[in-house]
């Protein structure tokens, strides 16, 4: 496995390598299992697999965790070797975002609720940043995480709009035994914390499972799993919606294809997940 750090090194290997069927899995590293799983998908599908590791600035707002951010190279460089990763691509902020920088992407009214409104910058940060390591790597397919929901309906849409010849692909979300889905940001949580997080999944499946029962009133279903969290007293809720699944807009009566979103804060942590479910 090679690892290049220059934008100019990638492109030159990707001229090398114009004939091959490129599965692409952009990270921001301190990979665990929910990261493997997308390369191990990538590896099925595609003759060559590159994943990138850049914690991306533009992403993170002015009172958010950049600076701590877990970052551990050696472990991430070991961990792709041994999924079969072709190239490892980690750009420097410097390089990615020079001094004169001044493009951003904006997905407009996909990035304005739930994640959106929580973190004003966030989805722009995002998007600018996957639309210039999609026009980098050029992937036949690159591989996203159900696990960000919001962000991945995000860049659908963006590869769309912009005629990016790229296939996105939805990557089923991993998890813990107790159901806690895993995240770079896990590490944060103190061990009482951790234990309370598994409510976060056990109200979404509450609430997947009264949908699948028949029960139709969001209203109703909200305060059932509400009433799950509260058995945590550090759990505070940002969010918990019942969504159309492709608009993200919110539902009061249960129909179609939806998506249980979810943001919740244990202290100073930060969890979000999601569950789809049809009726
Ligand atoms: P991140 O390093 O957090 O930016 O995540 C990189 C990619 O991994 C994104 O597409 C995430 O949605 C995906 N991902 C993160 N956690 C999980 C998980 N638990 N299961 C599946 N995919 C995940």
């Known amino acids: 496995m090679r690892t290049i ?10 001229r090398k390598h114009e004939n091959q069927q490129i599965g ?6 301190a990979l665990h299992e929910g990261h493997l799983s997308l390369i191990r998908q990538a590896r099925k599908h595609c003759s060559m697999v590159i994943v990138s590791i850049f914690v991306n600035p533009l992403q993170f707002g002015p009172a958010e965790d950049l600076g701590r951010y877990p970052r ?7 961990l792709c070797r041994e999924a079969g990763v072709d190239l490892l691509f980690v750009p420097s902020g410097e ?22 409104e929580a973190r004003p910058t966030h989805f722009e940060g995002v998007t600018t940043a996957v639309t210039k390591l999609l026009c980098l790597v050029r992937p036949n397919q690159a591989y996203f995480g159900q696990k ?19 296939k996105i692909v939805r990557c089923p979300i991993v998890r813990e035994s107790d159901g806690l889905a895993l995240s770079s940001r896990n590490c944060y949580l103190s061990e009482i914390q951790r234990r309370q997080a598994a409510c976060l999944s056990v109200a979404l499946r509450q609430g997947v499972k009264s949908i ?8 109703l279903i909200q305060r059932e799993m509400k009433k ?10 940002e969010y918990l919606a019942v969504c159309e699944a492709q608009s993200l807009k919110p539902l009061t009566v249960a129909k179609g294809s939806m998506v249980l979103l979810a943001a919740v804060r244990l202290g100073h942590v930060r969890l979000i997940d ?5 009726v």
């Open 5 to 14: 750090r220059s934008i100019r090194g990638l492109q030159a290997w990707r």
């Open 24 to 29: 692409f899995v952009p990270t921001m590293g």
């Open 72 to 78: 551990n190279l050696k472990a991430d460089q070991q």
């Open 95 to 116: 390089e990615f975002y020079p001094q004169n920088f001044q493009t951003t992407v904006r997905v407009n009214r996909l990035s304005e609720h739930w994640e959106g």
């Open 148 to 166: 960000d929901y919001q962000q991945l309906l995000v860049i659908k849409q963006l590869v769309k709009d912009l005629n990016i010849d790229t």
């Open 212 to 219: 699948q029962l028949g029960k139709r009133q969001v209203s």
């Open 228 to 237: 799950m969290l509260s058995q945590s007293k550090e759990i505070a809720i």
């Open 274 to 278: 999601n569950m789809l479910v049809k």
